[in-house]
């Protein structure tokens, strides 16, 4: 959705965008099968397939790696931001609603399971995630992202009867680890 923006408000000429729109452009006229701007609306209002739209995604990753377009790049970041966001803002509602600071595991690790196709990209989403905890390390300075193996069924059962003993390790893998703003586990180039 935010390369869609981004390229219509600069074709537009409402925003122009920092980087060239053209490879962005070309691969969503591509993927959705038209050949105007205008076209497109038709897929976010009247024909409006939640699972279409985030095969975008996909393709999007894969020019990524192939071009390295700075657009598209920006796009994986800001999406890597949203989520350090997200994640951050559940630990503070959690201490707000409690009165204490979130903990997570006995080590004070807070972690959470990812779930979605969006995340076998991490290496493209990982350098906005990251930038964004390391904004603010002393509200959460440990933070383990897993990402699934298996079945979501588990994590359900779990949360509806939180003595279910639970084994993360048997069902995901990290797919990174923050201590102090620095990267432990994940993609530790480019960060």
Known sequence: VVSTQSTGDDM?????SSHPTTVARDLMWRYFGINNQMDILQ??????DKSFIAGLTKEMAEVAHKTRDPLILSCFEWAGQQYARQLL??????RKERGVEYRGCSDGMAEAVCMGRVFDSWDLLQSGFVREIRKTTQHLPKVRLLKL???????AARVSNPTIPLDHSAHTS???????G???AGVKNGV
Do not use: K, M
């Open 89 to 94: 803002g559940v630990t503070r509602r959690y």
């Open 12 to 16: 537009d000429c409402f925003q122009p």
């Open 149 to 155: 193996c298996g079945s979501g069924a588990l994590g």
């Open 174 to 180: 990290i797919l990174c680890e923050v201590r102090d």
């Open 43 to 48: 897929f976010y209002y009247t024909n409006f």
């Open 182 to 184: 620095e990267v432990i």
